[in-house]
């Protein structure tokens, strides 16, 4: 079958409007629908018609018709037989004479409640005399006085309730003596008994931990208690306490399961958020973001419209994690952390069993604030000033300077001299390739040397210009590459002139109230920061409107809204080795290509007084465009700007008792613009670049369901039953152009602006992505006694990224929750033990896949004089089915010493399989790869929070958190015949790469490792002048040999992750301390390759100091400098190969740069540079003040202020890496986890935050 | 019946329903419309096709053919000398990867003609297809050995087992090919009926330009295996010698040009000419191939006897060196001890400043045009990307006369072939330098050479025919032709068991660096991901000194 005819080809892009124009209909359709119910609501025109039916029941329809509510002791009508009526447009007079016609009752109307009494004179009017309800008004608060909106007030033994307002306030008419029951979600509820009728002020005390409110899927909110699953809450003030640059740095070390990494620690840079390990062999396998009820795309945001996650699944393992792009952070870093109410983490697929595809991977619920009454004007103002200090250097030596081979020939080794027969620096580009670029052997005079042992570089590839084998630095005068003799003398911290103190202020004003129409809060934010490095900020405005309005007392509106101006400015390059335009990368240029002599000179040399870049800089050393680092770092300007708007209607109809309505309408819309100015090079200023990039992207969540809800639908039994449809459409689209010059008008930096030889480079790029995913679903929720607890979905999805067969998926999810401290009588041990619940629940969830993969796509040619060609697809497309999970999940929630310790247990497992790759096939099948089903993972885990009370009093108090998780991510089966895929590497198959191998652990590190004799030892390779191991001649150097393949290096998983964090507070000062740590996991430590093969690392100059073996020159100079490899060699010429133990002496240059560091181009033994990373750190630290409230209102301005002193990432307790190689700087955010390289300092930072109300 | 109050309440749950239900019956409404890819169709005409074939065979030419494997071919072949081995390592996947695209893309194109209706219409565009996968099969063969062939390519099939391909004997995928030619030679046709396709790359539609082609590729592969399969190579050989061959210089120089294919790079992707004639290729005018150029070593070029010399090659630039500027100074072919060189002699500000970047450079280098050729902005007359010259088609008959290959040896025929092949050598060199337009510096004044400078070289002692050596002049002069074709030179050498030019001096040095080298190991993907085959073919020793079948 031909694949082409399979689908029409696009030809029209008018989705979104239609989406937009879809979603404003329903909202106004729901909104005016429920309108009209309120209004109907107090309608007195009454008509019935009913045979042999309750009292009761006609009571209630009478209720609802009139808005009239009933008052009558249910006992009285118990004994009422059963009646007919038959009315039409009857008055309410009318209605309840022809209701109580032939019964003892009566009835007598007090303001909007109709009593029913018996009878005067009937015989039962003496013991069923009811009192006359008297109007109690009351307020209902926590305990910290803030009032409690939509608690719930009954009078208990009769129908009658009402709820509280904005305010906490009710009014409800209540026998003398009358006993109301007030309850509210996650507090414990209370028994008032009335007498007589001041007002009431009830204080509801929080139900404690084990018993708070959970957001859970779709928004929905449940008391912990009833969830078979496990999910846990932080409030956003928590989240917030010490000023993190953004919500997911706010959350780290805070939930147990939960693993956030962001590389290098770069403020603004994207974190990795993944929740209880991978469950995707390639693409995504970060947990879901959802604000207010919007799915929001925390992607990295990326030039072109780029998503990683859609690269990463598609390049099929080929990242080279040496070169990761710029990082411009992702949606989280944006999002204002003043403005969350509270996060909620459901962790695996039982929780977001709802949210289908992309909740399989976990789910961040985020709840932004609406408002609350508050005293006072209702403002309040934050600031916070964090100075960001980076102050861990990776540690070098300070002995000996730059150099090569060429350092290697003579005890007394010379300089480079230049034309004047100076003595010069080395280094200058070519240097170490150059006429002196070989393996000392065939020494023949200085500066004269034959080839004979060939370049260096194809044993051990091609250092870095940072190599520093030089010569020892004793202030010896050389001549600068810029004509200025200094002194050889070393530096004592080489990477300090690339990095500053940064900052980061944050200021917050909000407004906020309420009345009884709901509440409203505005806030605005602005957020700077200037970076480490240089020329580099950025800024963030955001402006948050959130209110809960209550349209009626039966129709809730909650409306959200933000508005996001991000201004990046320059974010820093990180690893690149050159930027497209913009920089080289500072973290690989500082640890790859500065030596142990570096003078910081470049900076002041770059720019001539006309403005242009000062040409001298072509002499600077560094080849790899480090030497234009300043001019870049100042003229090639990089802005992104971010507008993004992010609003939620949620609207909440109770259109009868037992059934509510429930409508969900998001939108996430964003553009994304990237500027980039190159300013020119020249004082014509002609040689400049200009380029624009504008991406809009937009995502539209509609949810809408109705619920069908009874309490007693038996006896003991509750039950809801939820049926809802779901609609989410994502659409990206992205145009680019670049100009690279040169301007036809100098200084213009516009797109047409063009005079070079080439027009059609002026040609943009696009690029889309469209996907859609609507659902259907069902939720049944069960409860027995409020201490079983039986949920059960199940959810068809219909993706847009299947074919037609395949595109509908079904999968279900059950959960259930057993308190048994309340099921069972355990008196005995209730002074102890005081709550105590066991969870069990199986989910299912189904993942479709990536646009645009299942069908061809012929490639277009780009090749100069064929661009009319096409070439057939390079990957294969078979008829994928949605990837599953499956997830079982067990747990415990135990309280102790009346809550006072909590104890939380999760075990789960998760087995996801018919996992969806582009799985690599050999080229000459005619394609390089098919899309398939195939292969399996399975994570196994546990968490474990203990939270404590420990100390208590009203002065005093101290509590502790303790969270633990670990997980274990094993592959369990690929692609018939394949047992191993490549994640990505580093440098590529000579490098070091990572792999998901059959039996092995997701996160695998693999590399050329020893190649072992059969005796056990290390099989050294002998150098010679014509080769490896021919023997003829002298050994010039030792290397040691690699094994035949690649082989496991380690192992990236993290054996324990978590965080400890403690609460103290004194009367009015608070202490706030958390540590976070990650024990086990391995890490390939690029950095320490480099160090140690350039000569950089201080371990390097043990031998150079004196400390080696007597070794003897190629000129016949002698030194201790020597170093026999421990292993054996292989007798040239042997055969069977016998092996001899080595006694070759051979320079100690050879133990490092012939050990440690290579390119691509030389296998090299890689297992030298694997470590465990394991650390631990004091990741917050506050002290906070706050000012007594009576104190503070004396100003009559202030409501509340406290001052506080915050720390972040103050120190390491202790790291495992060596030389302060920074343990937190994993290459990117992608799958591939277990690879350092090109780390940037440890910053900490430190500063003060005040926060007033007013 | 519904009240008016029941009917509000109503409102909302039907309202909710409806939203539902629109979602449900709407719900994959657009779904193929969102999801059909936006960058590229869906599917491909026949045009279209052939000219993504073309694409891939320009890509093989210029990046395989002028970079990474040149650096290593041109010292193999000692077609020119290298001062330090190329960093580049020795391997060649490019062109296994652009004819393994290409081969489904070809197979297509044939199956789609034959299923059409008016099939009888595609002979020619059958033909030259046939022709294109041919000459790149056995190309690619030529660097490998044994490789996947005949059921290769068919991954589109949706079958698992098209994935992992099976290796066909060199031997067999020669005779698949040689059938093929025979096909296209006998069947292309005049006839104005046919199909063409609009833009023909290699040859604008030419049919008896495609037919000589076809038949000189026959000539050239049935003498590759003559030597180890003349049983089947000899009627081949008879059959072609009957038959058109390529014979003008210039016209029937068949190979991608600007001519055919306006805005033809070569420098795709930086790889290529330019690419290659950089410092990294180390590439210096060799011993081996002065020696043919030159009656003696004098450095002031009075020696030299063949124009192609300075075509080839130019003097050096040392300024300071004992050697003298200006001269004509041989790398040692196989150096004793290794010599490095020094200059930048192919550094682009040689357009604006010819001698500074010369200066240290103690070696004649190629001429710094084949660098800029085709690679400077508006250059006209480019040389084209050979796939086979008039010249190896004469030589190739030469071959065949003096060896008795196929038919009766007659050395008259042979001599008369060899000087036709000598002097279309000559005048497509000269024609070319003279042609491109960026040629400024040394350029021929005419595009023809005199009858001297053609005397000048059939008559000097190591050209002038000779009946005795016929097979070594033979193989010289299509060797030195083969300037711009090292692989084809590679073949060459290979299939003669190394008759072609060699340097006397220090032959060891040779082996032990270049002698190893007599095939590409394969991609690594096939030990990966077609171990089974890959096992079956090699035995799991998948050596670059394993002999291919052809090589003697």
Not at chain 1, 682 to 702: E, I, M, Q, R, V
Not at chain 1, 769 to 793: A, P, T
Not at chain 2, 491 to 506: F, K, V, Y
Request: hydrophobic residues 35%; glycine residues 10%; neutral net charge.
């Amino acid at each position: 079958m031909e694949f082409s005819t399979l689908y029409e080809p696009r030809n029209e892009y008018r989705r979104f409007s239609k989406i937009l124009l879809v979603m404003k209909l329903t909202t106004i359709i729901l909104i005016t629908a429920c309108l009209h119910l309120s209004a109907a609501s107090f309608s007195q025109s009454i008509t019935i018609s009913e045979k042999n039916v309750s009292l009761e029941s006609v009571f209630k329809k009478i209720e609802k018709q009139s808005g009239y509510t009933f008052w009558y002791k249910i006992d009285l009508l118990k004994k009422a037989p059963k009646i007919s009526l038959a009315v039409k447009d009857a008055t309410l007079d009318e209605t309840l004479n022809l209701c109580l016609k032939d019964l003892p009752l009566t009835y007598a109307i007090v303001q909007s409640t109709i009593v029913i009494k018996p009878k005067a004179g009937s015989n039962i009017a003496e013991v069923m005399e009811l009192p006359v309800p008297i109007k109690i008004t009351g307020k209902v608060v926590d305990d910290q006085g803030q009032p409690l909106m939509g608690a719930s007030v009954k009078v208990k033994g009769t129908t009658a309730g009402t709820v509280t307002d904005i305010n906490g306030a009710f009014n409800i008419d209540v026998p003398e003596n009358g006993i109301l029951l007030v309850s509210y979600i996650g507090f414990k509820s209370q028994e008032v008994t009335v007498s007589g009728n001041k007002p009431l002020t009830i204080i509801l005390v929080a139900s404690g931990g084990l018993n708070e409110v959970v957001v859970t899927a779709l928004g929905i909110k449940r008391e912990t208690r009833s969830l078979g699953y496990a999910a846990q809450t932080i409030s956003g003030a928590d989240m917030d306490k010490v000023n993190p640059p953004d919500i997911a740095v706010g959350l780290m070390g805070k939930i147990a399961g939960l693993n956030i990494t962001q590389p290098n620690g770069v403020e603004g840079a994207s974190t990795r958020i993944v929740v209880r390990g991978n469950n995707n062999l390639f693409g995504n396998n970060q947990a879901l973001v959802v604000v207010d009820n919007v799915i929001i795309d925390n992607e990295p945001v990326q030039p072109k419209g780029a998503v990683q996650s859609f690269a990463d699944a598609l390049n099929k393992g080929n990242t080279d994690v040496s070169q990761p792009p710029v990082d411009n952070g992702s949606f989280l870093n944006s999002m204002n952390p003043d403005d969350i109410e509270s996060i909620d983490v459901l962790k695996g697929p039982t929780a977001a069993a709802l949210y289908g595809a992309r909740g399989a991977n976990g789910v961040i619920l985020i709840v932004t604030k609406k408002g609350t009454k508050k005293k006072g004007f209702g403002v309040d103002y934050n600031y916070s000033l964090r100075i960001n200090d980076p102050y861990r250097f990776i540690q070098t030596q300070h002995e000996y300077g730059n150099g090569m081979t060429e350092d290697l020939y003579s005890a007394n080794p010379s300089f480079y001299q230049n034309g004047n027969g100076q003595n010069r620096e080395e280094q200058i580009e070519g240097d170490p390739y150059g006429s002196t670029g070989n393996i000392p052997g065939a020494y023949i005079s200085p500066g004269v040397t034959s080839a004979a042992g060939g370049p260096f570089y194809n044993y051990i590839g091609f250092p870095g210009d940072g190599a520093s084998w030089g010569p020892k630095m004793s202030g010896q005068p050389l001549v600068w590459w810029d004509g200025t003799t200094r002194p050889y003398s070393p530096n004592s911290n080489i990477f300090q002139s690339f990095y500053k103190k940064g900052n980061t202020q944050t200021q917050n004003i909000s407004v906020s109230g309420g009345g009884d129409l709901g509440t409203l809060r505005v806030s605005y934010t602005r957020s700077t920061n200037d970076a480490i490095t240089y020329n580099s900020n950025n800024s963030t405005n955001t402006f948050n409107i959130g209110s809960s309005i209550n349209v009626s007392p039966k129709v809730k509106i909650d409306a959200t809204a933000s508005y996001i101006n991000l201004n990046k400015f320059n974010p820093p390059n990180i690893y690149g080795e050159s930027g497209s335009s913009g920089n080289i990368g500072v973290g690989y240029m500082t640890v790859y290509n500065i030596p142990a002599d570096y003078k910081p000179i470049e900076r002041g040399l770059t720019t001539l007084p006309d403005g242009s870049r000062n040409p001298i800089l072509n002499q600077a050393p560094w080849g790899y465009g480090q030497q234009y680092y300043w001019w870049n770092t100042y003229n090639d300007n990089t802005t992104l700007t971010q507008n993004q708007l992010i609003g939620s209607i949620s609207l909440n109809a109770e259109i009868t008792p037992w059934l509510r309505a429930v409508g969900n309408v998001g939108l996430d819309y964003y553009t994304n613009q990237y500027v980039t100015q190159d300013y020119p090079t020249d004082a014509a200023g002609l040689l400049g670049s200009y380029g624009y990039d504008l991406a809009t992207k937009t995502t539209n969540n509609l949810d809408g369901r109705l619920v069908f809800h009874k309490d007693k639908l038996l006896k003991d039994f509750n039950a809801s039953f939820s049926l809802g449809a779901r609609h989410y459409y994502t659409n990206m689209y992205d145009i680019a152009s670049n100009n690279p010059g040169p301007f036809n008008y100098p200084f213009v930096f516009n797109l047409t602006n063009y005079n070079g030889a080439t027009p059609t480079v002026l040609n943009p790029t696009e690029n889309r992505y469209v996907q859609e995913i609507n659902s259907v679903y069902g939720l049944l929720n069960l409860s027995y006694k409020n201490y079983l607890f039986l949920d059960i979905s199940g959810t068809n999805d219909w993706s847009s990224t299947l074919r037609p067969t395949n595109w509908s998926y079904f999968y279900p999810s059950a959960s259930l929750s057993f308190v048994f401290t309340d099921a069972i009588n355990m008196s005995a041990v209730k002074d102890w033990f005081s709550y105590g619940k066991l969870r069990i629940s199986e989910a299912e969830s189904a993942n479709a896949y990536l646009p645009y993969q299942n069908g061809l796509t012929y490639g277009p040619n780009n090749t100069p004089g064929f661009t009319t060609g096409l070439n057939l697809p390079g990957t294969f497309p078979t008829n994928i089915q949605p990837q599953r999970s499956r997830s079982f999940e067990i747990g415990s929630d135990l309280g102790f010493f009346n809550d006072r310790l909590n104890v939380n247990f999760t075990y789960y497992d998760t087995y996801s399989d018919n996992q969806i790759l582009t799985a690599p096939v050999s080229a000459s099948s005619g394609v390089n790869s098919v899309l398939i089903n195939s292969g399996a993972l399975r994570n196994r885990g546990i968490e474990l929070t203990v939270a404590g009370k420990v100390i208590k009093t009203s002065n005093f108090s101290w509590d502790i958190t303790v969270n633990a998780a670990h997980n274990q991510n094993k592959i369990v089966a690929l692609e018939p015949g394949i047992n191993s895929l490549q994640l990505g590497s580093w440098f590529g198959s000579d490098g070091v790469t990572m792999k998901v191998d059959v039996g092995d652990n997701y996160g695998s590190i693999y590399g050329y490792g020893y190649k072992y004799a059969p005796n056990g030892q290390k099989i050294v390779n002998s150098v010679y002048a014509d080769g490896y191991n021919t023997g003829n001649g002298p050994v010039l150097g030792s290397q040691y040999a690699t094994s035949d393949n690649i082989v496991k290096l380690g192992d990236a998983t993290p054996i324990l992750t978590g965080g400890i964090s403690q609460n103290f507070r004194y009367k009015n000062f608070s202490l706030y301390v958390l540590t976070d740590f990650k024990i086990g996991g391995q890490i390939w430590s690029g950095d320490y390759a480099t160090i140690m093969g350039q000569g950089l690392a201080p371990e390097t100059v043990y031998e150079r100091d004196g400390n080696g073996l007597p070794y003897t020159y190629p000129d016949g100079t002698k030194a201790n400098v020597g170093v026999i490899l421990p292993g054996v060699i292989a007798v040239p010429g042997s055969s069977p190969v016998q092996y001899v133990q080595n006694t070759s002496v051979v320079n100690s240059w050879w133990k490092y740069a012939g050990n440690y560091q290579s390119w691509d181009n030389d296998p090299i033994v890689r297992a030298n540079s694997i470590f465990n990373d394991s650390w631990g750190k004091l990741r917050e630290l506050s002290i906070t003040y706050s000012l007594p409230k009576e104190f503070v209102q004396q100003t009559k301005v202030l409501q509340t202020l406290s001052f506080s002193l915050i720390g972040r990432d103050l120190f390491y307790l202790f790291t495992t890496l060596p030389d302060k190689i920074n343990p937190e700087s994993t290459v990117g955010t992608g799958n591939v986890q277990g690879i350092q390289f090109g780390g940037l300092p440890g910053v900490r930072s430190y500063g003060f935050s005040v926060k007033a109300g007013f | 019946m519904l009240k008016y109050h029941n009917i509000k309440q109503w409102t909302a749950i039907i309202t909710t329903t409806v939203f539902i239900a629109v979602i449900l019956a709407s719900c994959t409404k657009n779904f193929q419309k969102e999801n059909a890819s936006y960058s590229g169709p869906a599917s491909a005409t026949l045009q279209q096709l052939y000219t993504g074939i073309g694409a891939n065979l320009d890509i093989a030419a210029d990046i395989a053919g002028d970079n990474s494997s040149a650096r290593w071919l041109y010292p193999i072949t000692q077609l020119g000398a290298v001062y330090a081995a190329s960093d580049y390592s020795y391997i060649q996947g490019t062109s296994w990867t652009e004819f393994y695209q290409n081969l489904p893309a070809m197979n297509q194109m044939l199956t789609t003609m034959k299923a059409s209706p008016d099939s009888a219409t595609y002979i020619n565009a059958e033909a030259m297809v046939k022709v294109l996968r041919a000459y790149e099969a056995i190309e690619l063969s030529n660097f490998y050995g044994d490789m996947p062939y005949s059921k290769a390519g068919k991954a589109f099939s949706g079958s698992t087992a098209d994935l992992k391909v099976p290796y066909d004997k060199q031997q067999a995928i020669y005779l698949s090919c040689l059938s093929d030619l025979a096909w296209a030679v006998n069947h292309f046709t005049t006839s104005g009926t046919q199909f063409s396709f609009s833009n023909e790359f290699l040859l604008a539609n030419n049919i008896g330009q495609w037919k000589k082609f076809a038949n000189s590729l026959r000539l050239r592969y049935a003498l590759t295996v003559y030597d180890k399969d003349n049983s089947d190579a000899g009627p081949i050989i008879a059959d072609a010698l009957t038959k058109p061959l390529l014979s003008d210089p210039v016209a029937d120089e068949i190979g991608l040009s600007q001519v055919n294919i306006p805005n033809i790079s070569f420098d795709i992707s930086g790889a290529g000419r330019d690419a290659f004639f950089r410092q990294e290729s180390r590439a210096r005018m060799g011993s081996t191939l002065w020696n043919l150029f030159s009656d003696n070593n004098n450095t002031d070029g009075s020696g030299i006897f063949d124009l192609r010399c300075n075509i080839f090659f130019e003097r050096n630039g040392d300024t300071t060196g004992n050697k003298g500027i200006g001269k004509w100074v041989p790398y040692p072919q196989n150096p004793i001890t290794p010599i490095t060189d020094g200059g930048d002699p192919y550094n682009n500000q040689r357009d604006q400043d010819w001698t500074t970047n010369k200066v240290g450079n103690l070696y004649s280098d190629y001429n710094y045009y084949w660098g800029r050729d085709g690679n400077i902005s508006g250059s006209t007359g480019a040389c084209p990307e050979i796939f086979m010259s008039a010249a190896e088609t004469d030589f190739l008959v030469a071959e065949a006369y003096a060896k008795g290959a196929g038919v009766a040896q007659n050395y008259a025929l042979a001599q008369t072939a060899y000087v036709a092949g000598v002097t279309s050598s000559l005048t497509f060199w000269k024609n070319m330098a003279f042609n491109s337009s960026v040629w400024v510096v040394n350029k021929p004044t005419s595009g023809t050479p005199t009858s001297a400078e053609l005397n000048s070289v059939l008559t000097n002692a190591k050209v002038a025919w000779n009946t005795g050596n016929a097979l070594s002049l033979i193989y010289a002069q299509e060797w030195i032709d083969l300037f711009r074709q090292p692989s084809v030179a590679w073949t060459l050498m290979r299939r003669t068991g190394s008759a072609t030019p060699a340097d006397a001096i220090n032959p060891a040095g040779y082996k032990q660096n270049y002698g190893g080298l007599q095939r590409y190991q394969y991609p690594s993907d096939e030990s990966q991901l077609n171990n089974a085959n890959w096992q079956a073919a090699t035995g799991g020793n998948d050596l670059i000194s394993t002999k291919i079948w052809i090589a003697k």
